[in-house]
Structure formats: structure tokens, C-alpha cells
């Protein structure tokens, strides 16, 4: 017998509205990870990373660090990934800058415990990157490279975007504390795990 074929299902893409929701759904997530990190003086991967290593260094505005660090990462998406992808990941990267002002003034300044909040900071950041993700978008820099190793080379986002971020870290110590340094550490592990055992070719994405 011939086997019958079975034509796959063509994708469902997200509407405006469900994308909308999505980029600032993932953004605020991001970013409330964000905050937490900020509030133990903790560092992470990516461009949020250095963002953190410069605020601490020079007492500048991570919002203002962040986006500004972005933007040579954006001609690299455009010839990459096209001006959709671009745009929305200049919207994600402009989102995670606002929130940055919005969370001190919602939340009180009550001290953190070093460990939650680092662990649970990464953890945030991690879902929120997942959810931009997934409306073809990210939260710009090191993310965008992450993504193209994954579609060019077949390598999985996370454990990329984990080397990247191992490097980062490590120049922390020159920043921060040791001790905030290896809390560090195990939070990025937390976020790239969460990247890499979710964030997979094929699976959810409209």
C-alpha cells in the first residue's frame, strides 16, 4: 500500500492585537526581571548585562544605557532578519527602556533577598524573552545573534546566548562583588535553561 501523505497544517500567525499584547506582555516581564537584578546589584547576559555593568559603573540611567547600547545591533537585524523583525525588536527594546522608569515608581524599595531576587529576576527575564520570542521579535543585541546562530546553524538559542553571557558575567568582577558575580552566574544559567528547553525550531511561533 501507497502510504497517504498527510499535508501539515499551515501556520497560524497571531493577529495585531495578540502581537501587541504579546510584545508588551513579554517586555514588562522582562523588565520587572530586570528591576530585580538591578535592585541586588546583580548582572546578567546580553545587552541587559552590560547595560546593568555600565549603569553601576557610571551611575547612568539603565533605560537610557539600554536602548542606546541596542542600536548598532539593529543594522545586523536588518539585513538578517528584515525590517518586520526590526521593527518589532526596536519596539521591544524601546518597551523594556520605558518599564525601566515605571517599576521604581510602582514598587517599593523594600531590601531584596540577594538570592530571590537574582535567581527569580533571571527567571522573569527569561519567560519575558520567550514571550517576544515568539512574536517574531527580540529584545535586541546579543539576542539577535542568538537567534541567527539558531536558524543558520542549527544551534540552539540558549546555550548560545550562555557562552555569550558567561563572558559577560565574568567581566562583572570588575564591577561588582564577587559574591554578586556568582549569584549572577547561576541566574543566567536559570535564563538561558528556560530559553533553551523552550525556544526549539518548530515548535510555537506565529
Do not use: C
Amino acid at each position: 500500500m501507497t502510504p497517504v501523505e498527510v499535508e501539515a497544517p499551515p501556520a497560524l500567525r497571531h493577529s495585531v492585537v495578540e502581537d501587541v499584547f504579546g510584545l508588551l506582555s513579554g517586555t514588562f516581564v522582562a523588565s520587572l526581571g530586570i528591576f530585580l537584578l538591578k535592585s541586588a546589584q546583580a548582572v546578567t547576559g546580553g545587552t541587559a548585562g552590560l547595560s546593568l555593568l555600565l549603569s553601576y559603573a557610571t551611575g547612568w540611567s539603565f533605560g537610557v544605557v539600554y536602548f542606546l547600547s541596542n542600536l548598532p545591533f539593529l543594522a545586523l537585524a536588518v539585513r538578517a532578519k528584515g525590517w518586520s523583525f526590526t521593527l518589532r525588536t526596536l519596539l521591544s527594546i524601546a518597551l523594556v527602556s520605558a518599564f525601566a522608569y515605571l517599576h521604581p515608581l510602582m514598587l517599593p524599595q523594600a531590601p531584596l533577598n540577594p538570592v530571590y531576587a537574582t535567581l527569580v529576576g533571571n527567571l522573569l527575564a527569561g519567560v519575558g524573552m520567550l514571550m517576544v520570542f515568539r512574536h517574531r521579535s527580540s529584545l535586541g543585541g546579543l539576542n539577535t545573534l542568538a537567534l541567527l546562530a539558531q536558524e543558520r546553524l542549527g544551534w540552539r538559542a540558549g546555550w548560545v546566548q550562555l557562552g555569550m553571557d558567561t563572558a559577560i558575567i565574568l567581566a562583572a568582577l570588575a564591577v561588582v562583588p564577587v559574591g554578586n558575580v556568582l549569584l549572577s552566574a547561576a541566574g543566567a544559567v536559570v535564563l538561558n535553561v528556560v530559553l533553551a528547553l523552550n525556544h526549539r525550531p518548530g515548535r510555537y511561533l506565529g
